[in-house]
């Protein structure tokens, strides 16, 4: 950044100079850090790690009326929108793990006694569903009781996936 | 040499054009919080999120599903109340531009906290209100270039990220983010154009990791915009071309982006008076 910027900034109005200063010192410091951000200050990393093919993928299949759902045929955001419910209730067990081991830990720290209800969701898997249900009926405009998810593991074999079994819904690994 | 007015009335009418113009995008596709109507939350790494957590907030307004249709109205009205302040009621800008911001801050927060999207696609709306406030032109010009380094800050730091995080040395990174990011379409037995052209992307590993590295190279590209404004044109189009390809090969709509190029846009130059 021109330091010609902030040398204008600070004599045009010094409160608006203080205030940029310690955005920019702020976003640099999380950018340095890595690990936990703070808005508006993130780290813009994504698809950066190593991602290389693996031998095995869970993968959620959404059934209506006996149908697999093609995904295919959705918009990228209505298919966002059928999918993320199910991914933020697998992750549950991950999120908790999270809340445990660095909310409880480092709230305090501030002063703050962190009120888990407020943090966890904790749903279960038939409440989850019940509701989800509904959140999909709605959302295609379907019959609700007709909807199914399963969670599918599948093998990347000779450059296709190839269908293996049915597991749990829950059964995330936490990084 | 003063700045005139134009520059600020340019870049109101961009955003205000560009958050409707949104807005019915968001609208067909059912991204309203009233259109969600979510039923539970989520928890991220973001400690601000945690802060808001901590009131309990989410909770009254999952429990509360008419606050989902309060929050869609106080948040799509907003930049109306910006824009009659601007023409109507001048002294008011920068209330109605710190209205705006508050409500955009949470309304987004909350946003995210549900199964929704997540946050960073929505840095526009948190930082955007803010150039509005200074009454003096001087400062607001200043303040969009600050934002302008930001966007450029955002990119460039995308592409640092890739070589920090070594993603940019596996020749298969791409084939893998492809299988990651597209498996829920690539299991469908039936036959797809769009599952055939992921599939053969990831069976020729050397022409993905060539768009990986085509979008790192323009990621680092952005650094120019810190010296140099000689590139902005070229920016604004590798900017436009990165939300394609993003939308085509990867399925990530990041239109809510696209404010940031009115910083790319806005030119002091043809804004001066001159008397």
Redesign the interface.
Known sequence: MRFMFFKKLYRTDKRWFYVVSLFVLSQLFIFYKRGVTFAPFYNFGMYSEPILPAEEYHVYQVWVDGQMLNFNNFSPKKAEKILLPVYCFSDQPCKEKFFKDVIVRLLPKAGIHPVEERFLAHKSEADFLNEYRGYLGRTLNVDSQSIEIKNAVYRFRSGRLHFTSYTSLTSAVCP | MPLTENIRRKLLLGYVAAFYLITAYKLV???FLSQ????????S???????L????L??WVLQHSWSFFLLDVLFYTAPLFLLTAYFFHRRLVNVAALFMLLVNWLYV?LFVLF???S??GH?AW??FPVVFI?A?R??FY??V??LK??FL???F??GV??I????I??V??M???L??QH????????K?W??NFI?WL??HPSVSYLLYLGATTAELFFITG??TNRFNRLLIIIFVAFLIAD?VIM???YLEMTPFLLTLMADKKRDITTA
Do not use: C
């Open positions: 596709e059912g991204q969600f109507s979510p039923t539970f939350f989520q928890l790494g973001d400690v601000f999120s945690w802060l957590m901590q009131t309990g989410h909770l927060q199964p929704t999207n946050i960073e840095l948190l930082l200074p003096s001087e400062t200043l303040l270039r600050g380094y930001f800050f955002f990119f730091s995308a990220w890739k920090r995080q070594y993603g040395f596996y298969d990174e084939s893998g983010i299988l990651q498996k829920e379409l690539l299991i469908h037995p039936q797809h769009y599952k599939y990831i069976n810190f010296f939308y399925r990530i709509p």
